[in-house]
Nanobody, 129 residues
């Protein structure tokens, strides 16, 4: 089992940047595929970015391509989401998620929430216009 704790959210003006962090504890971090999702008020949780177990593959939703970057530091057991050129429509609670995957799937990225067994509590990102 793994525990996930997000941080780094806050209030920022449009065009600004934030870096979200997701600290993991518990089992081996390196066997997990991970992702970021977000949920705005009145909307369903949506995929933002994901990274494969071997860090060799990433995926982004179209609306954040070129602006957001997902990465992780295995030594620190931390997942990151660098968010640049933020827009008001990026306002949401951001969640990190993790799923233990076998070695033969180490290059796969997962973009649907149902795949992930472990979730953080979320961090609020608010972008003002």
């Amino acid at each position: 089992q793994v525990q996930l704790v997000e941080s780094g959210g806050g209030l920022v003006q449009a065009g600004g940047s934030l870096r979200l962090s997701c600290a993991a504890s518990g089992r081996t971090f390196s066997t997990y595929a991970m992702g970021w999702f977000r949920q705005a008020p009145g909307k369903e949780r949506e995929f933002v970015a994901a990274i494969s177990r071997d860090d060799g593959s990433t995926s982004y939703t179209d609306s954040v391509k070129g602006r957001f970057t997902i990465s992780r530091d295995g030594a620190k057991k931390t997942l990151y989401l660098q968010m640049n050129s933020l827009k008001p429509e990026d306002t949401a609670v951001y969640y990190c998620a993790a799923q233990d995957v076998p070695g033969y799937a180490e290059g796969v990225v997962y973009t649907t929430p149902v795949v992930y067994a472990y979730w953080g509590q979320g961090t609020q990102v608010t972008v003002s216009s």
